[in-house]
């Protein structure tokens, strides 16, 4: 057994233990697994980059496509003799199962690998230090499933700022029920936290030096949280606003968000906060009214259509981006025609496509009009193919622009960093590493496939966007 703490911190010392984190799937995880980070510090845990020596292997899982929830298991196939190498031994390991297959797939997880200690739902992250307590007591998985009435947040320490750009959870959960997905059984109800804490929270990242926020939510633009003043509820387009007068904070963006939730305030946020940065996720999923009805989206294609051109006709410059699914049951020829038309008639600068994979307990999974595996690979070659394409004259079409970018770390070649242009496209350039964390003014000389490469320029008069502090260099 790990040495169980005693005594008072200066008499006996916390011993250090190494951690390792597996993130899968989303940036809700990417968030969560820095939050299971932030409350196992205490403990003495420290971040290991190999999970060999690790006294605390996590898995933070996904449950989205059967191939992210399989690959769980083959991830503990290959932990399990690490383990059983270090049994008896005074530094045994632990294996917990964090996540959306810990929440799915509880009980059934720990009869097919009974060799985990502790398997907890994306809900009670925070309850981990007693987790790892009981588990270091039993012989038996500890399971905590639980959607708690008290929020994780209110139990989670405040997050630390760890380079210019940070993720802020403001909403979690799903009421949606789209006919493929797992998220409203596996994340629960939906969730706005309170505007109060999320100000706090961003204010707290921008003094640690973040200037770009990442708002999160599996249905952000949902977001209806108790006002700043307690009394009231603010939507997101009201959140960010107050967000954008935080003195520092240059870049907001949001995601992942749902056409049915874009309200005439969020759009005209987007036409009139400068700060709010001119790239959406706004996933459509189909472009086909027959299956977007079966899928349960609550929208039809011309829906899509008409937020697309309010949002433009107040922010032309707007990149969008969006998730497809193929191979939906049913979807037919004509189907799959109308989402790549779709496409063609909006125009993406980045997506994420899929074929559609039936999940357990959900409706769609239980259709008798199953696509083939044959379709689907070609529907999903030709839908990638016109997404790339339009990728690729997306970029090429910023060439010769001069674009804000966001020095977020040390680029492919020495002397080069990385960072983010306002469409959130990586732009290569040669700047020193002293500038990290910097917006500097940049002209895109070449687009090479998914990344950009450019040259620092000076300022120009005129802040480009409207508001964007850009930093001399
Ligand atoms: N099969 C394929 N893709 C899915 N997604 C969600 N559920 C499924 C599924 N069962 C995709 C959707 C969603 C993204 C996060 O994952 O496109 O927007
Ligand atoms: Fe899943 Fe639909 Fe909710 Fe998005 S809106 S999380 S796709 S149920």
Not at 113 to 118: E, F, G, H, K, S
Not at 337 to 356: C, N, P, R, V
Not at 445 to 455: E, F, G, K, P
Request: with cysteine; glycine share 8%; proline share 8%.
């Amino acid at each position: 057994m790990p040495q169980e703490q005693s005594g008072t911190p200066s008499s006996s010392p916390i011993r250090r233990k190494k951690l390792f984190i597996k993130t899968y799937g989303c940036q809700m995880n990417v968030y969560d697994s820095a939050r299971m980070a932030d409350v196992l510090a205490p403990l003495g845990y420290e971040p290991a980059d190999q999970p060999d020596d690790a006294d605390l292997v996590v898995l933070n899982t996904c449950h989205i496509r059967e191939k992210a929830a399989e690959k769980v298991f083959s991830d503990l196939g290959r932990l399990r003799p690490m383990k059983s190498h270090r049994a008896g031994t005074s530094e045994p390991m632990l294996i917990a199962v964090a996540g959306c297959v810990a929440q799915a797939e509880g009980a059934a997880l720990v009869r097919r690998a009974p060799y985990v200690d502790i398997v907890v739902g994306p809900q009670t992250t925070h309850r981990l230090p007693e987790l790892i307590a009981k588990a270091h007591r039993s012989a038996k998985t500890v399971l905590d499933t639980d959607f708690p009435a008290d929020t994780k947040f209110d139990h989670l320490p405040a997050p630390r700022a760890d380079g210019p750009t940070a993720f802020l959870s403001i909403q979690e959960g799903c009421d949606k029920f789209c006919t493929f997905c797992v998220v409203p059984y596996t994340r629960g109800a939906e969730y706005s936290r309170p505007a109060k804490d999320i100000l706090t929270e961003a204010r707290g990242l921008v003094s640690g030096g973040v200037r770009e926020i990442t708002l999160l939510g599996q249905n952000v633009n949902a977001y209806h949280g108790d006002a700043k003043s307690g009394s009231g509820v603010w939507s997101l387009g009201r959140l960010a606003r107050e967000l954008a007068d935080i003195g520092g904070l240059d870049r907001i963006r949001y995601t992942t968000s749902h056409p049915r939730d874009m309200d005439d305030d969020l759009i005209d946020a987007h036409a009139t906060v400068p700060a709010l940065m001119p790239y959406l996720h706004l996933p459509v999923q189909s472009g086909s009214d027959r299956i977007l009805g079966a899928m349960n989206r609550g929208h039809t294609r011309e829906a899509y259509y008409q937020i697309i051109d309010r949002l433009r006709s107040g922010r032309p410059d707007l990149a969008l981006s969006s998730d497809f699914i193929v191979g939906f049951p049913g979807e037919s020829d004509q189907d799959f025609a109308d989402t790549m038309k779709l496409i063609e008639d909006i125009k993406f600068s980045q997506s994420f496509s899929f074929k559609y994979s039936p999940r357990p307990g959900t409706p769609a999974a239980e259709s008798s009009d199953q696509i083939t595996e044959d379709i689907k690979s070609a529907r999903l070659a030709a839908l990638q193919s016109l997404l790339s394409q339009q990728q690729k004259a997306f970029n090429l079409a910023t060439v010769g622009q001069k674009l804000p970018v966001l020095l977020t770390g040390p680029g492919r070649h020495a002397g080069q960093m990385v960072g983010r242009s306002p469409y959130l496209q990586p732009v290569h350039l040669d700047a020193p590493t002293k500038h990290h964390g910097m917006i500097v003014m940049t002209e895109i000389t070449a687009a090479i496939s998914n990344s950009l490469s450019a040259v620092a320029v000076n300022a120009p008069p005129g802040p480009n966007p409207p508001s964007e502090k850009v930093n001399s260099h």
